[in-house]
């Protein structure tokens, strides 16, 4: 089995079947919804940042140095975390995938800001994107933050388990993120980025009823798992 954890926001980890360990987006220490702290972490393989904003970055650059895991993102970012003494990185860019011991991971087209928290020059400044896993035949597409795109459609067939943002004002909301199950039609969608913040507030109740029988909604609470 598989095991997806969310840890509120757009963090989760997600473990292989084969024991690999996968954190994505880590903001944990001043996530005010969080589960655990960076230091409740030891354990990881790989971290997949999708792009430089703090909420999604926060706690990539600590936990790459204390767990000896490698960062992954776009080579800007990647670029960023080795200037502040990340050994382990690996870059990829929008529309390429690797394949890492653990799995597949591609890193998809997604429609938002680039600025990178932290390069107080904007040296950095880079696309951001989201990420297109398989895992031994395990599909998982965390869409980062972004718009409703088109491009997702290209996701047809090729998703098992979506992690979709539904908190409006940054991302999509919940109608653009139903659309995009529509687009998608992954087997389940769990909703992420929501709830952290009184502008990003939303009811994900409702956004299962805008889905219906379109995919299985699974909602979680920070901590919850869901096993595929
Ligand atoms: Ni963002
Ligand atoms: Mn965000």
Redesign the pocket.
């Known amino acids: 089995m598989a095991r997806l954890t969310w840890h509120g926001h ?1 963090c989760f980890t997600l473990v292989t079947d084969t024991g690999g360990r996968i954190l994505i987006d880590p903001w944990l220490d001043d996530n005010p919804v969080a589960d655990i702290r960076s230091s409740d972490i030891k354990e990881l393989d790989l971290i997949l940042v999708s792009h430089g ?1 703090h ?2 970055f926060a706690d990539a650059i600590k936990l790459a140095k204390s767990t000896g895991a490698t960062l992954v993102s776009t080579f800007e970012i990647v670029s960023f975390a080795q200037s502040k003494g990340v050994q382990s990185a690996h870059p990829l860019h929008i529309g390429g995938g690797y394949r890492f011991p653990l799995g597949y991971v591609k890193m998809t087209p997604a429609l938002h800001g680039g600025q990178v928290a932290g390069d107080e020059e904007g040296v950095y400044t880079t696309q951001a994107g989201g990420w297109w896993l398989d895992l031994g035949g395990k599909r998982v597409y965390h869409a980062g ?1 972004t718009a409703l795109l088109l491009e997702m459609q290209l996701l047809r067939g090729k998703v098992d388990v979506a992690l979709l943002p539904i908190g409006d004002n ?2 999509m909301g919940p109608e653009d993120a139903a659309q995009a199950v529509e687009l998608i039609q992954p087997r389940v969608v769990i909703p992420m ?1 929501y709830n952290t913040f009184d502008v990003i507030k939303q009811d994900p109740e409702a956004f299962a009823r805008l889905v219906g029988d379109r995919a299985e909604v699974v909602i979680l609470k920070p901590g919850e798992s869901y096993e595929f």
């Open positions: 757009s904003h909420d999604h933050d940054f991302t980025h």
